[in-house]
C-alpha cells in the first residue's frame, strides 16, 4: 500500500500517469489557455493561463496541468535568499489545476478517470507503513473540481477524504520530485525508472515579497512497491 496521508514532510509537484515502458516516448507543449470552466470560480480566479500539455509518444492529448498564478509561502527572510522549497509552502494550498483527456493512473496505479480536477500539497506519513514506497515524500493530491470550492487550505483529513472521490477509494496521489535545473520555461525530463518529469519555475508570495520555486512535476511514474 502506498499512502496513508496524515503527515508532513516536503518538496515537490507530480502527475503520475499509467505504467510507462523503456521504449514509451511523451512530449510536451506549452500553451495559452483559459483555466477550466469546470472549476469553481473562487478557486479558477487563482489559476493562470499557462497550460502544459502532455502528448503521447504518437501525438495524442493525455492531459493538461494549469499552476496557480502566485503559491503563498511561509518562510524567513533567510529562506527566501536561499531558495525555497516546498516545506515552506502550507500543507494542503491549492497548487494548480489538472485535466485528464483519458483515464489515467496515478502514482499508486488507481485509476483516475476523465475529468477536471484540483491540485493540493500534501505529505506521506513518516512512519515504516510506507518506508520503500516512493523516492520522495511530497504529494499533489487530485480532487474534482466540483468538489473543492473554496481555495484556502483546509484540514489534511478532509482533503484526503475529497481527493478519495477522484479514485472512489484511495485518495489520488501524484508524486512530487525536486524541480533542479527548472528554467523559465517548463521542460519534460526522463528521470529514470519509468519517470518523466515537468521542470518549472512557479511564483511565490511571501508575505507581499515576490520570489520563485523550482518544481518537478512529474507526468509519467508509478511506485515499484504497488
Known sequence: MLVRFAGRAAVLLIVAVGPAHAADTYSIKV????????????????IGERCVQLFDGKGEL????????????????????????LKEIPETSLMGALRIVKPMGDYKKSKVPAGVYTLRLA?????????GTAPYSEFCLASPAADDKNPATIPAKALHEMSAKSTGGHPGVFLLFPGKDAGAEPKLVDKGEGHWTILLKQDVNVSGTKTTISIGLTLIGTSSSV
Open 62 to 85: 493525455l492531459a493538461e496541468v494549469w499552476m496557480r498564478k502566485e503559491l503563498p509561502g511561509k518562510a524567513t527572510e533567510a529562506q527566501v535568499k536561499n531558495g525555497l522549497t
Open 123 to 131: 505529505y506521506q506519513p513518516e512512519n515504516g507503513d510506507h518506508m
Open 31 to 46: 500553451a495559452k489557455a483559459e483555466p477550466p470552466k469546470e472549476l469553481q470560480e473562487p478557486v479558477r480566479t487563482l
